[in-house]
């Protein structure tokens, strides 16, 4: 059975820090892209960032750079978001996604 089972969002601080984690089950992800993607109330769904394990590349949208990271670990078969210096405007549900999979969602808010 394919999942995948987002965690660690929460209420933090403007500046604060989140690591996000996907964890997926009944495949092997670092055999795919895997994305995040974030949607904020009244707006589109956005993808955040991607990574691809065997292809050795990430990539980020542009107000996240520098912010965020994203990384794989193969042996938990578990992608990570690590978030830095969050801003309010970084308030969202966060999903990770794989071709067409999507899990379920984790709430992120930055608010003081």
């Known amino acids: 059975q394919v999942q995948l089972v987002e965690s660690g969002g929460g209420l933090v601080q403007p500046g604060g820090s989140l690591r996000l984690s996907c964890a997926a089950s009944?495949?092997?992800?670092?055999?795919?892209?895997v994305s995040w993607y974030r949607q904020a109330p009244g707006k589109e769904r956005e993808l955040v960032a991607r990574?691809?394990?065997?292809?050795?590349?990430?990539n980020y949208l542009d107000s996240v750079k520098g912010r965020f990271t994203i990384s794989g670990d193969n042996a938990r078969n578990t992608v990570y978001l690590q978030m830095n210096s969050l801003k309010p405007e970084d308030t969202a549900v966060y999903y990770c996604?794989?071709?067409?999979?999507w899990g379920q969602g984790t709430q992120v808010t930055v608010s003081s």
């Open positions: 996604k794989v071709t067409e999979w």
């Open positions: 990574i691809s394990t065997t292809g050795g590349w990430t």
């Open positions: 009944g495949f092997t992800l670092s055999s795919y892209i």
